[in-house]
């Protein structure tokens, strides 16, 4: 009989569905737009048309809406690594991400 699988999140995650850029290098850099599934304080999980290999090293900002922030929409730049990758149907590919560092942008 198996034990049942510990749950390994250490901060709450939030179910939210934002658009995302996605900066990685791939024989050059290359910038594509994605789509979150689930966001906390220490990770993300998104959805993009292409594979990254587990262990890349990422960029990528998001837009915080004014729901969440309760003010206006908030612009974060991270930047982390790839952690897990899983092939999805339809051709999309999820895939999981540790945030290492982020900053807040200005508005332009």
């Known amino acids: 009989m198996s034990e049942p699988q510990q749950e390994k999140r250490g901060t709450r995650r939030f179910s939210l569905r934002l ?3 996605i ?3 791939n024989g050059g850099i290359r910038e594509v737009a994605a ?12 959805f993009m048309d292409q594979k990254i290999e587990e262990g890349s090293n990422i960029e990528f900002t998001l837009t915080l809406p004014p729901e969440i922030t309760l003010t206006e929409s908030i612009r974060v730049r991270c930047k982390g690594r790839v952690v897990r990758v899983e092939a999805q149907p339809e051709s999309k590919v999820g895939i999981a991400a540790v945030i290492d560092q982020y900053d807040f942008v200005a508005e332009a």
């Open 19 to 21: 658009p995302v850029s």
């Open 23 to 25: 900066k990685f290098s």
């Open 35 to 46: 789509e979150t599934k689930d966001v906390s304080a220490r990770g993300v999980f998104f």
